[in-house]
């Protein structure tokens, strides 16, 4: 995995690549928690070059959107992939976590 | 770092030089250590074996065994190999030290040596294999109530299969490590009918296993009708909701009619369930619409139930995603596609024959690769109606 993450107009990106999995989910929880220090309250996932997604990384990803929820903020997750996407709709957490089609589409909704 | 060694610990200074050894024993005298000497590499292989000291100062140059070869020697020993040794020697070529802690040595010292730096070191050395040593033995432990959580999950899950008319059942069940987060249950209730439930809290190891072990207390104490799919799946929310964050527990739970062989499915955030259909002969996933797992918030929809009508010979089958998620050599995962093949491959009525069967598959498919979550599969098969 390859995760790294930037701040432009007021949005936290936070970019995964390659396997979010039990092994990966340690280190993406870090940078997570470590982008969420400010007082940030738009997240946004680009997610384009996520190739596979395990519980792990939805817990991670869930924790997220709970600390935003807390915030009063919002998230969004951006250019899914057709198997992360599946794995989505079927754990039901596409009812949990807004989903845009692209990273622009992402940013309009975090505006 | 002062003085803290304790006076059980002890050092093995070896040295054909007994000029050498006199003034190491000097300099380690106020160590605090037990010291033991040994005059070649014969004597402190010997003396190594016997009292497994926590330290060795080894000098290099010594005639028949030198020091690198008493260090391979102690290094291939299961009984001595995680002794730290020190090489103390005159060589001081930078080729010689690396040699040195290739052989796996800690440390290199070159002679003439100062007596503060040796103390320095040994204190050091000894400091780090204690807190080995704690580490060492805080996993063992550690591993021990882990298999002791892992028997009492063992425990929690249905003694034996019920023996269901005219639907034959069959079960698998692997913890990925000691104890594990996928749980099943079965109840009966009466007339012929029964609760099925499959669920896996994400993650495995403890953490896994306190969620599992909670969500058996609240399904075995749920004071419902058994027969609402969707009510025993709120009623898991509910209370799971209050302790499971981070994590959450994904289920499915299936009320099963034998009299009508009809199944009523509710699905939180698991995988779709599995069915073989005799008629054509062919497997595909239950489409059956669900919501997000268990133990994130409350549903504030109503949880969808799906009614499947099973025929003589059909097969179905729910399980838990270590199975499709497990990966081979090459990073692929088994997936929902091979498991419906293999479910389908077999024409036996004997639902751990095919379950060996995808099992064995899943084992061939990883190539050796260990799986990394736990695995949990149940089947049942409708069996030919008996004619009167």
Known sequence: ????????????????????????SLEAEQVVKEALGGDTNRLLFNLGELEYLSSAGLRVLLSAAKEMRRRDGKIVLCALNEFVKEIFEVSGFQSLIPITESVESGIEALS | MENNTSATESI????????????????????????LIAKNGEMALSIAGKALPDL??????MPDIDGYEVCRQLKS???????PVIFLSALGDTEDKVKGLQLGAVDYITKPFQPDEVIARVNTHLTIHRLNRE??????????????VSEVQRKLLPKQLPEIEGFKLGVHYETSRYAGGDYYDIIELSDNRYGFLMADAEGHSAPAAVLMAMTCALFRSYPGSADDPASVLH????????????SFMTALYIYYDANLQTMQIARAGHPLPMIYRNSDQTAAEISCPGVYPLGIEPYEIEIPVTEVKLQPGDR??????GLTERFNREGRTYGEERLLQTLAADSTPDPQAVIAAIM???????????????QALLLGIVQAKRHF
């Open chain 2, 77 to 83: 020993n299961p009984t001595t190999f995680d002794i």
């Open chain 2, 12 to 35: 093995l200074l070896v040295d054909d030089n007994p000029t050498n050894l006199q003034v190491l024993f000097q300099t380690l005298e106020g160590v605090g250590c037990k010291l």
């Open chain 1, 1 to 24: 995995m390859e995760i790294s993450q930037k701040e432009e107009n007021g949005i936290v990106s936070i970019a995964i690549k390659g396997r979010l999995d039990a092994d990966s």
């Open chain 2, 135 to 148: 580490v060492e033995s805080q996993k063992d432990q550690l591993e021990h109530e882990l298999e002791i």
């Open chain 2, 56 to 61: 060795i100062l080894l000098d290099i140059m």
């Open chain 2, 235 to 246: 009623y898991l929310n509910e209370h799971l909701c209050k302790v499971a964050d981070p």
């Open chain 2, 316 to 321: 179905f089958l729910v399980y838990t995603d």
């Open chain 2, 360 to 374: 064995a598959n899943v084992v061939q498919f990883a190539d050796g690769h260990p799986a990394d979550d736990d």
